[in-house]
């Protein structure tokens, strides 16, 4: 039920939950929680992850997608999603990783957008960047502003930002 029906691990000390289970066979007690977390769901994390990766083997091509989210709880995700179709011609789809959104990252990303605010409003520090870039044979590339409507350009600011570290070192 947890990860067929998406339920929230507790259900199990859930009195209903209990009182169903006792319905059912009176001897069972349901593992607790604190024992699900610990070791029944990562044993079954690391099996469903071993048979995904066969499957990913045994196929030719995939498509990728990206979709950010934000939890009830207000946290922020990035997920990562694997479309594919398998041996027997099924559209199958699987997560391959949900990034929480991090604080840490998220600074970065602000420090980041900020230094390039600042290359593309002072035309002396642009200029000074094509310069340093020239010395250091870089190619002439401006850095990229992060657009807030297209979440690529993200990607595209730090990318760039990281190809021309070079030149940032000498500017400081």
Same mark, same amino acid.
């Given at each position: !039920?947890?990860?067929? &029906?998406?339920?929230? /691990?507790?259900?199990?000390?859930?009195?209903?939950?209990? =009182?169903?289970?006792?319905? %059912?066979?009176?001897?069972?007690?349901?593992?607790?929680?604190?024992?699900? !977390?610990? #070791? @029944?769901?990562?044993?079954?994390?690391?099996?469903?992850? $071993?048979?995904?990766?066969? $499957?990913?083997?045994?196929? +030719? @091509?995939?498509?990728?997608?990206? +979709?950010?989210?934000?939890?009830?709880?207000?946290?922020?995700?990035? *997920? /990562?999603?694997? @479309?594919?179709?398998?041996?027997?011609?099924?559209?199958?789809?699987?997560?391959?990783?949900?990034?929480?959104? &991090? +604080?840490?990252?998220?600074?970065?990303?602000?420090?980041?957008?900020? *230094?390039? *605010?600042?290359?593309?409003?002072?035309?002396?520090?642009? &200029? =000074? %960047?094509?310069?340093?870039? =020239?010395?250091? #044979?870089?190619?002439? @590339?401006?850095?990229?502003?992060?657009? $807030?409507?297209?979440? #690529?350009?993200?990607?595209?600011?730090? #990318?760039?930002?990281? $190809?021309?570290?070079? /030149?940032?070192?000498?500017?400081?």
């Amino acid at each position: !039920m947890i990860i067929t &029906d998406l339920q929230p /691990v507790s259900i199990v000390e859930d009195k209903g939950f209990v =009182n169903f289970m006792r319905l %059912l066979d009176f001897k069972y007690t349901a593992p607790s929680c604190r024992t699900l !977390m610990r #070791n @029944h769901l990562p044993q079954l994390y690391a099996l469903k992850q $071993e048979l995904l990766l066969q $499957e990913l083997k045994s196929i +030719d @091509h995939c498509c990728l997608t990206t +979709d950010m989210w934000t939890s009830r709880a207000t946290q922020g995700y990035l *997920t /990562v999603t694997c @479309h594919y179709i398998n041996e027997e011609m099924e559209l199958k789809s699987a997560v391959l990783n949900a990034i929480k959104d &991090d +604080d840490e990252l998220t600074f970065l990303i602000q420090q980041v957008k900020a *230094t390039v *605010t600042y290359f593309h409003k002072s035309s002396k520090a642009s &200029d =000074n %960047l094509v310069v340093n870039q =020239n010395g250091l #044979n870089l190619p002439n @590339h401006k850095l990229i502003q992060q657009v $807030e409507t297209r979440w #690529n350009s993200v990607y595209y600011m730090l #990318n760039r930002y990281i $190809e021309q570290e070079a /030149v940032k070192t000498t500017l400081c």
